[in-house]
């Protein structure tokens, strides 16, 4: 349930933002919630205090809005924020970042994908993936790169639950299937 709510949240920042015409905003809003996120992690003293019923509501909410004003002063982050807390959404807050950052890529056609190859891909070789994947799926890749030497070559793309394997041990494990040992 979580999950949902964090995606409403962040998808009513992102739409409020966007209706006001505000998109310039958007990146900052999206690094600053994230590293509202990240205080709530390294301070387990805020998230107490943001969630604790023994503090009124309004007090939480207007220590969020202060710690937010911090982050990014006079900008939608303050009252964002100071309203979840309100609505008891304190425990939300760092899913909605991540949701919020979805929601952000997903508005600018960003595809998030990892390679993993057998071996360092060069710039050139990053440059050519990136070209192929943009035009494949229409949106700008954001490529994570790591090497993995059981694939012996080639490489795989993993593009959120969709596998594209076009290494050299799936090619000879398909040999087998087709034609046996």
Known sequence: MSSEVARHYARVLLDTVVAA???????????ALEEFAASLERSPEL???????AIARGRRAAVAKAVADRILPDSELGRFVSVMVARERSGDLVETAAAFRAA???????????????????ERDRASLRAALASAFSG?????????????GG???????????????????????????
């Open 104 to 122: 952000l890529d997903e508005h600018r056609g960003i595809v998030e994908a990892e390679v993993v190859s057998a071996r360092h891909l060069d």
């Open 21 to 31: 015409g505000n998109e310039k905003n958007l990146e900052p809003l999206a690094g």
């Open 47 to 53: 998230l107490k205090t943001l969630t604790s019923p």
């Open 155 to 181: 490489f795989v793309i993993r593009i959120g639950n969709r596998i594209y394997d076009a290494s050299v041990s799936r090619q000879l494990s398909r040999f087998e299937e087709r034609y046996g040992t």
């Open 140 to 152: 700008t890749p954001r490529l994570r790169f790591r090497e993995d030497p059981e694939l012996l």
